[in-house]
Every structure is written in structure tokens, then in C-alpha cells.
């Protein structure tokens, strides 16, 4: 445990579930400390059975959520090679990627068949767009069924789209088929609990109910191999995953209660939106008090189209916006966070609207908008990771910088590149140049030519898929009924995004660097901050699964459905548990006064937490 804290009743019972081989679930709360109590999990595993596993050749897996964990956790076990810390989607795909007749026996006996069943049910006979849309995928499956007698090798691509007659994977069939194989193969099921006797899953909330099916499959049996689960069930809030969850028959149901992380403010709060996990302070934090208080406003009466607020209406929600700030006494507290509900609302603010659009919109797959959203796609990664440095650097005149740049980002300045013989003074002045030039074409020209300027001198890698969008011509009209187009619209994408200028991108690179105070409630998950500022505006964010003014206050919106219900306090108390010491919250409102009355009266806070606006 970490040096300051002694171990929790929780983590005794890990202990004790380690000890006598018994698979176990932790249900922590936010702040609980999960991490510190996985880690330390991991670490009595190696001190009890290290050296008896290292002889066998077995190793101890925890997957993960993000490759930000992995390298955490990683970092905090010392990088031994005992564990084998991934990513789920690493995990499975590195496991099954060598039974390819096995995957391709689940593509034609499971996958597709369902998916054709699916299919089927959206087919009526008639000539909806729907309709003919299912006849259409319908006529491809079968297609790329009979393909797969040529046994094409399989390979997994971060795609939205498969390709089965080319047997190419997308992110959903690696959780399918692998979740497939591990259920059906009992060969496959003995193998991985062999391997690996002791298997964690991190963030188990945001894994899949076929996954953890499947794991728990491998460990179904009392004794080795085990499985412990750590996570929390209301701080799941990515779609179609397992929320709850459990090990085997048999396995122990562990609460941590602790909160380290809170004041005891912010935990009375959190306490009123569960009933599952009622948390206590921490040692270190008992004695913090803190503070909540929530503003409510009266929103306007959205006058744009599809109950949307006109430009004037926005811009006075944002006047509303500092006014809070300014009661709160906050305008010049540079320690808060800003906890938006949607990324469009912080885009608007910083003035990266068009963009965020662009990989939210027609031409955009839930995988084009996450890698959007972690400033990882193949298309902006180029102006993230260094060309947007270089032009920094001439700005303020900062040599170094430019030339630190250079040798990390550019084959141009490896040590083994094209100009390895060359006097350093030489390279010196093309820095200065280099840097200067893209300075200038930063102001006055577009991302396809900076892109194109930058290739022809080497000055950032440029992947296979960035050279096939650079080169090729710009594509006709998108259809969206035609299947092919929505396979490639990522080429859409990029004729799009070659078009813009640098202004929007450069805000964008702002807020993804952390330079701005503002983040997404789905952003900050896992981070935690001693001032929260949570803005909440239904209308605004634009959304239909989540409805804040509804599950916060149902008598003055009307009833949320069960799923914006469920989804909705989740969200709420991931954004909330942010909070180390003090939280404010603004939330707009179709009639403030009675949304106030009903916060009060239904428990969730005190009358002299709530103010008006």
C-alpha cells in the first residue's frame, strides 16, 4: 500500500482471496484507491509465487482499459516481465491470432450468422431505405461467407467496417470471435489458465458481458487459475459494456468503502446518487470538509431548429456562465476544472466547432471520433505530435525547442536518416528555415499544404494511410445508402479536413495539451481535481441518451427513460467524485425556482446549497 495508508478491510480480503485461491470481484467506489489496491494485489502474487511461476514460464495478465493504464500500472509493478499488463483488445487478439482456422470456423458459425439475423428482422420486403439497405448487407454477407472457403489470413484492423472476405477484423469482432473461441474451446480455455493462473481485469465495468463470460469460463473451477475483477458498476459509462459484474460461481464480492480522494462534502453528495456503495473519508481526508453548492438558471426557451438555442441564446447561456463564476467568487481561481457535458459545448467555447463537426458528423465512425477525441488520429497526429511544436518554437524564438523537435519527429534528423552526414551547423540552418517557412504557411495556408510541405522535407512521418490520402484525387459525391462509401468514408474525411486552415486546429491542439481549463465529464474519468466547476445544459449539449434536467429533477422535465436514467447518474457521478475539495455545479433549467424546490426536497442537497440565477 502506499506508504501513508494502511491497508483497508478490502484489501486483506484480496489477501485472504489470493491466498486460498478464490476468484474475487472488488466493487470500489470513486477515490476508493482500486488502483493502489491492484497494484499491491499483483505485487503479493510475485512475493508469495514469483519464483515458482517464472520457473513454470507462467505469467500473471492485467488488462486494462487504456494504453494511459498500461503504462501506469506497468510503471508502478516495475515493468517486470511477470506481468503481462494490456489493453483488452491487445489481450485477445494476441491470444487467438494464431488459431486462424478456428476464427474463421467462428466467423461462419457465429458472427455472421448473426449478423445476418439481424439483417433478416430489418428486412420487411419493402422499399424503405432500411429495407433495402439490410437486402444490400445481406447480399454482402454471403458474399464474403463464400470468400473465406479461400482462407484469406485474418488480421485485425482499428476499423468500424470489417471486410470478411478479406478476413479483416474490426475492434467488435476481436471482442466476438475471441469471446466465441474462449466459450467453445475448451483446448483454448485450459491453454490461457495455464498460462495464465492469475488474471485481473482493471475498469471491470467497462469491459463486455461475452468477454467476462468467457473469462470466467477459464476459471470456473475452485483453485487455480483465478480471476479478480476491480471496478466500479456506477462509473460505467461507455455503451454496451457489462456495468455490473461478477466472477465465477463461488467468487467473493469485496466493497471498498474508503474515499481517499473527497471531502466529506462531496462524499454526502455522491452518497445521495447510489444505494449500492455508501463511502466514508479516508484516513488522510477525514477531516477535510470542503464544500457544494449548485446555481440553478433559468434557461431560455431554445428558439433554434430542433429545440436548439439560436447564436444570441448561446451566447447569453455563456453570460450566465460567468456570472456563476463571479458569485462562486471564482473568476480568478486558476485551480478549477471545467466539467462540460459534451465536447461540442468546449469546441464552441474554444472555437473548434467546425472541426469537432467534422469528426462527429457524415464522415466520421465511432473510432474516427475516439481517436478524434484523444488527439490520436492518423490524420491530426502529424500536427499534434510535432509540426504544430516546430511552429511554437519559431514564435518564441526558442532554437532548442526546434531543434528537440526535429530529431523526435522527423526522419529528416535521425540519427540514421538521409542527412547523417551532414555538418551540424548545416542542419542547424535548415531547422531555422524549416521552422520559419511552416511559421509562415501556419498563417495563410491548408492542412493539406502544410502536410505536403512537410512530407517533401521529411519533417514528420507520414504513415501509409496519410501518403493514400495525400496522393489520391478527391472523391465524388458520398452516397450514405452506398455500403461501399460508408466502408471509405474516412476518405470523405480527409478531403474535408485537407481543406481546412490552421485556426481551428490550432485551438484544438490548446485543449488537448491541458492548456485550457475545460475538459468533458467523459474526459476527466479516472482524474481528480480540487476545484470542479460542472456546467450542465441539456439543451446545449444536444443529446438524447443522457437527460440531466430529467433524472435531476423529474417533476419539473418529465420522466427520463429507464436507460437515460441509468446512464445519466452514472455520468453525473463520474463528473461529481472529480472534486477533491470543492464542487460547484450550474445547471440550466425550463423553470428554475420549482427545479430548485425539488433538488431540496428530494434529499440531493442542502437548501443552503442552492442559489439562483
Not at 463461488?250 to 466493497?255: Q, S
Amino acid at each position: 500500500m502506499n506508504a501513508k495508508l494502511k491497508p483497508t478491510e478490502a484489501d486483506k480480503n484480496i489477501a485472504a482471496c489470493i491466498d486460498s485461491e478464490k476468484s474475487f470481484s472488488v466493487i470500489a467506489g470513486a477515490g476508493s484507491g482500486k488502483t493502489t489496491s491492484l497494484v499491491e494485489a499483483l505485487k503479493r502474487i510475485r512475493e508469495k509465487h514469483g519464483k515458482e511461476l517464472r520457473r513454470h514460464g507462467q505469467r500473471v495478465v492485467c488488462i486494462t482499459y487504456t494504453n494511459r493504464a498500461v503504462d501506469v500500472i506497468s510503471f508502478r509493478l516495475g515493468f517486470d516481465e511477470l506481468f503481462f499488463v494490456s489493453t483488452l483488445h491487445g489481450f485477445l487478439w494476441g491470444e487467438i491470432v494464431r488459431f486462424q482456422d478456428a476464427i474463421r470456423e467462428a466467423l461462419c458459425e457465429a458472427i455472421i450468422p448473426t449478423q445476418v439475423a439481424k439483417a433478416k428482422k430489418e428486412d420487411n420486403g419493402g422499399d424503405s431505405q432500411r429495407a433495402k439497405k439490410a437486402r444490400a448487407k445481406l447480399e454482402r454477407l454471403a458474399r464474403e461467407k463464400d470468400a473465406l472457403k479461400e482462407k484469406p489470413l485474418v488480421k485485425y484492423e482499428e476499423s468500424t467496417v470489417s471486410d470478411y472476405s478479406k478476413c479483416v477484423l474490426n475492434h467488435d469482432d476481436v471482442i466476438d470471435v475471441a469471446s466465441y473461441l474462449i466459450s467453445n474451446k475448451p483446448v483454448l480455455r485450459k491453454g490461457l489458465g495455464f498460462k495464465y493462473p492469475y488474471m485481473f481485469v482493471d475498469e471491470a465495468q467497462d469491459t463486455f458481458p461475452q468477454v467476462m463470460d468467457a473469462l470466467n469460463a477459464i476459471c470456473a473451477y475452485k483453485g487455480l487459475p483465478i480471476i479478480g475483477y476491480f471496478g466500479d458498476p456506477m462509473q460505467q459509462i461507455y455503451d454496451k459494456r457489462a456495468g455490473g459484474f461478477t466472477g465465477p460461481e463461488g467468487a467473493a464480492v469485496i466493497p471498498k468503502e474508503e474515499n481517499f480522494r473527497c471531502s466529506t462534502s462531496v462524499i454526502n453528495l455522491l452518497n445521495n446518487f447510489r444505494a449500492d456503495l455508501q463511502q466514508v473519508p479516508g484516513e488522510v481526508n477525514a477531516d477535510v470538509k470542503g464544500s457544494v453548492l449548485i446555481t440553478i438558471v433559468q434557461a431560455p426557451i431554445p428558439d433554434g431548429p430542433r429545440n436548439t438555442y439560436t447564436a444570441g441564446q448561446l451566447d447569453d447561456v455563456t453570460a450566465k456562465f460567468s456570472q456563476a463564476v463571479e458569485l462562486w467568487g471564482w473568476e480568478n481561481n486558476p485551480s478549477v476544472k471545467n466539467l462540460f457535458l459534451a465536447r461540442r459545448m468546449i469546441a464552441r467555447r474554444l472555437g473548434f466547432i467546425k472541426l469537432h463537426e467534422l469528426f462527429t458528423g457524415l464522415y466520421s465512425s465511432s473510432r474516427s471520433q475516439s481517436d478524434y477525441e484523444d488527439g490520436t488520429h492518423y490524420l491530426l497526429k502529424p500536427f499534434v505530435n510535432g509540426i504544430f511544436h516546430l511552429v511554437e518554437a519559431f514564435r518564441s524564438g526558442n532554437s532548442k525547442k526546434t531543434i528537440e523537435t526535429l530529431r523526435k519527429t522527423s526522419p529528416a534528423y535521425a540519427d540514421d536518416g538521409e542527412n547523417k552526414e551532414k555538418s551540424l551547423r548545416d542542419m542547424l540552418d535548415r531547422a531555422s528555415q524549416y521552422s520559419e517557412e511552416l511559421e509562415g504557411m501556419w498563417r495563410n495556408s491548408t492542412l493539406r499544404e502544410i502536410l505536403e510541405y512537410c512530407r517533401e522535407n521529411a519533417l514528420c512521418p507520414v504513415s501509409e494511410r496519410l501518403a493514400y490520402q495525400l496522393d489520391r484525387g478527391p472523391r465524388e459525391e458520398f452516397d450514405a445508402s452506398n455500403d461501399e462509401h460508408q466502408h471509405e468514408k474516412g476518405d470523405w474525411l480527409a478531403d474535408e479536413l485537407f481543406k481546412f486552415g490552421t485556426e481551428e486546429l490550432e485551438k484544438y491542439i490548446y485543449f488537448l495539451d491541458e492548456s485550457s481549463p475545460f475538459s468533458t465529464q467523459h474526459g476527466v474519468k479516472g482524474e481528480e481535481y480540487e476545484d470542479v466547476l460542472v456546467t450542465i445544459d441539456d439543451v446545449e449539449a444536444s443529446w438524447n441518451a443522457y437527460s440531466f434536467s430529467k433524472v435531476l429533477t423529474p417533476g419539473v422535465a418529465g420522466e427520463p427513460t429507464e436507460r437515460q436514467r441509468e446512464l445519466t447518474e452514472k455520468l453525473a457521478y463520474v463528473c461529481f467524485s472529480r472534486a477533491e475539495v470543492n464542487l460547484r455545479i450550474l445547471l440550466f433549467s425550463s423553470d428554475a425556482a420549482s427545479a430548485g424546490e425539488e433538488l431540496i426536497g428530494r434529499g440531493l442537497f442542502e437548501k443552503d446549497q442552492v442559489s439562483y440565477l
